[in-house]
C-alpha cells in the first residue's frame, strides 16, 4: 500500500512552474537605432520609433542592393543593424 502512494505524494511534493514574465513593451529602452536581435529588442517591440521614413517619403524607397544565395526558394529572415551596418 505504501509503494500505491508513492507516486501520488511525489507529484504533490513538486513545485509548480512558474511562467515565464516579458516586460511590458512600454519598459523597452529608448530607440538607439539598433536592431540587434529579429523582434527588435528583449520585449519584442518589432517597432522603431525612429523618424526618417514616414508616410510622406515611404513612396520614394528604392531597392539598396540584392544578394543571390543560388537556392530558387523564398528567403525571409528579419534585417539587423549593428553600428552603421545592416
Known amino acids: ?39 527588435k529588442n528583449y520585449a519584442s517591440t518589432r517597432y522603431s520609433e525612429l523618424a526618417e521614413i514616414n508616410a510622406g517619403n515611404v513612396k520614394n524607397l528604392q531597392v539598396a542592393f540584392t544578394f543571390s544565395t543560388g537556392v530558387n526558394k523564398g528567403q525571409e529572415a528579419a534585417p539587423l543593424v549593428v553600428g552603421s551596418t545592416m
Request: a negative charge; one cysteine or more.
Open 1 to 39: 500500500m505504501m509503494l500505491a502512494c508513492l507516486p501520488v505524494l511525489m507529484a504533490a511534493s513538486e513545485s509548480p512552474s512558474t511562467p515565464a514574465i516579458s516586460p511590458p513593451a512600454s519598459a523597452a529602452p529608448p530607440d538607439d537605432g539598433q536592431w540587434t536581435m529579429p523582434a
